[in-house]
């Protein structure tokens, strides 16, 4: 389906083409002054030095070429040389009348669909998913669904961190603990339990405590590094026991990330990038790209535009081992063998940047990848608490997500007890629904690359920029609807007309936005431009609210119109939560 912005400056461009200029200049944008008008053109100031004429004498040029039969109910000219526009109430209505009928609700799908790798998430196995991973999962979920909306195929992986040091970290401490089990019986050679010698908790104890031991143990940390060598190499017993710690850890990662409404198509891991190093190294080494460098082995990826240092690439450390680079590099030839995708796209803290800007260099010169394989970097800023520092439990402790999302839901239950009187179960899970598009809503809302500070106090509420409003602004529509049809209303019937007020032809020309909003948002990767575009629905609605009887209107055809502009307004918006990858509840 076509925009109706493009309608528009089409019917602009050819008037601009019937009076002598050129029809490049027929662009339309929503007015900055919509107290003037609705749209403008200002097409006549840009082409005033072309045609070394006034501007407002190309505008009245133009204008006279709008005919009877135009979209318009208005074109203005104003000094110096702007265009105003209004459009005529019958074309908008009857150009969502075709938007609601339509399945994607007007947007169209991708020409040449693209096969898309999103690498979020990047939890690291056997620790607890932590605050710094919650914007990974909520901003790439979002940028998924989008990119699935628009016809694209996008794959998510949520690759694992689970071959460094932690793995070492957590065998060693478990030796210690529990030196009996026959993992560490070098004489063993049986099956090994099916079952893990240690639990979720017990894990995500065992981890913090070897860590903290390794920092003030410098024995205790070669033990780790050694025992980490060893699973490397695929010692038996230590493998067993990288199993366990994988099959209990996922289990809980999964249940969690399902908690956020996440879900990804892949669950690969570092660890399966492995077998594909040899091969790759020495490629790079055969094709001359990479060198040694004081016993390293390094490729060189300076590009002559650079404007700060890019330090060449490490591909192995001087004793052989690999590195997180190296990890990537592997991983993308794994995924252009499995998956050949045209775009990679990795949602990860900006502070990585500079890993990545090497990753994608060395793999583009030693062609890991095709010549048009994308790679895009989308780093995300921090989520600070309210002293604009890092966000923290109360203690200064690292925040669990799990702790946070309940208090969250905490909050948000204290807020919808008060405001009504729903069932106590109901409530709760209301709150959950709710609590989420609170935490997703206040993440989404900000542009990605920015920190942003985490209010719960804010984002819970009900009035403002909130997850709470979009989904009360949901609800206050269900509930009309639900009345209507209790009331022996029939939803099918009917299309929408004019506008009866202002208000209601506001909303019907924001709903018009919805598939270059959505649009953007993906080239863009920038999912805020929904957040800002759903909140504008929101009070556009609103308004229109409170500003017009709705069930109580008496002719039947205008109530039908406000009826299927209602149903319009709630598909809007519950496509847009959704690629937001939030719900609304029935009540509220
Ligand atoms: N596990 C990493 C971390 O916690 C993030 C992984 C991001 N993805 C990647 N392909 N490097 O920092």
Redesign the pocket.
């Known amino acids: 389906m076509k925009k109706l912005m493009d309608m528009m400056a089409a019917e602009l461009a050819a008037a601009f083409e019937k009076a002598g200029y050129d029809p490049e200049y027929g662009k339309v944008t929503v007015s900055n002054r919509p107290d003037l008008c609705e749209y403008q053109c200002n097409g006549a100031m840009a082409g005033a030095k072309a045609y070394k004429k006034a501007p407002f004498m190309i505008a009245d040029d133009v204008v006279a070429q709008l005919g009877e039969d135009s979209m318009f109910s208005m074109a203005e000219v104003v000094r110096p040389g702007f265009i105003n526009l209004k459009i005529k109430e019958d074309v908008l209505a009857s150009y969502l009348q075709e938007m609601a009928a339509d399945e994607k609700l007007s947007v169209s799908e991708a020409e040449a669909p693209k096969t898309i790798i999103i ?6 196995v056997a620790k607890p998913l932590h605050v ?2 919650l914007r ?1 999962a909520i901003i790439g979920e979002s940028i998924k669904r989008i990119g699935r909306f628009l016809g694209h195929k996008v794959i998510g ?1 949520v ?3 689970d071959w ?1 040091l932690q793995m070492g970290l957590i065998i060693t401490e478990l030796k210690h603990r529990k030196p009996e089990l026959v993992y560490f019986d070098d004489n063993f050679t049986g099956e090994y339990p099916e079952e893990a010698p240690f639990t979720i908790s017990e894990l995500e104890e065992i981890y913090p405590c070897a860590s903290g031991k390794s920092k003030v143990d410098e024995e205790y940390k070669n033990e780790a590094l050694e025992a980490t060598h060893l699973l490397q190499q695929g010692k038996r017993g230590y493998m067993a026991l990288w199993n366990h710690i994988m099959n209990v850890s996922v289990t809980d990662l999964k249940r969690n990330y399902s908690n956020l409404n996440v879900s990804f198509d892949l669950w690969k891991k ?1 660890s399966d990038a492995q077998p594909y190093i040899p091969d790759m190294v020495q490629m790079m080494k055969d094709k001359g790209f990479a060198y040694e460098d004081q016993g390293a082995l390094v490729v060189d990826i300076k590009e002559e535009t650079d404007t700060k240092e890019v330090p060449p690439c490490m591909i192995l450390k001087s004793d052989g081992a690999s590195l ?1 680079t190296t ?2 590099l592997a ?1 993308i030839v794994e995924r252009m063998k499995l998956y050949a995708p045209d775009e990679i796209l ?4 900006k502070r ?1 940047e500079m ?2 800007i090497q ?1 994608f260099r060395c793999a583009k010169k030693t062609g890991l990848v095709k010549e048009d394989t994308k790679f895009s970097f989308l780093g995300f800023g921090t989520m600070n608490g309210k002293d604009g520092k890092p966000f923290k439990t109360r203690d200064g402790g690292v925040m669990r997500l799990e702790n946070l999302i309940a208090d969250i839901d905490a909050e948000m239950y204290k807020k919808i007890v008060e405001n009504r009187s729903v069932k106590d179960l109901d409530a709760q899970k209301t709150a959950e629904i709710v609590g989420l598009s609170a935490i997703k809503y206040g993440d989404l809302s900000n542009q990605a690359t920015k920190d942003y500070i985490f209010d719960i106090d804010r984002f819970t509420s009900f009035e403002g920029n909130t997850g709470p409003y979009i989904l009360y602004t949901i609800v206050r529509i269900k509930s009309i609807l639900n009345r209507f049809v209790e009331e022996g209303g029939d939803l099918t019937q009917g299309e929408i007309i004019g506008a009866v007020n202002d208000s209601e032809k506001a909303l019907m020309r924001i709903l018009t936005s919805f598939a270059a909003t959505i649009e953007s948002a993906f080239e863009e990767k920038a999912p805020h431009k929904i957040c800002a575009y759903i909140y504008e629905v929101s009070n556009a609605f609103n308004s229109f609210y409170h500003g017009t009887k709705i069930l109580s209107e008496e002719d039947a055809a205008q109530k039908a119109s406000f009826i299927q502009l209602l149903q319009l307004t709630r598909k809007v918006l519950e496509t847009c939560i959704d690629l937001l990858g939030f719900e609304a509840p029935d009540r509220m």
């Not at 690498?119 to 690291?124: C, H, L, T, V």
């Open positions: 690498d979020y998430g990047g939890p690291n710094g991973h990974s992986d690759h694992l961190g460094g570092e997180y990890t990537d991983t990795y949602v990860v803290d990585q890993h990545f990753v």
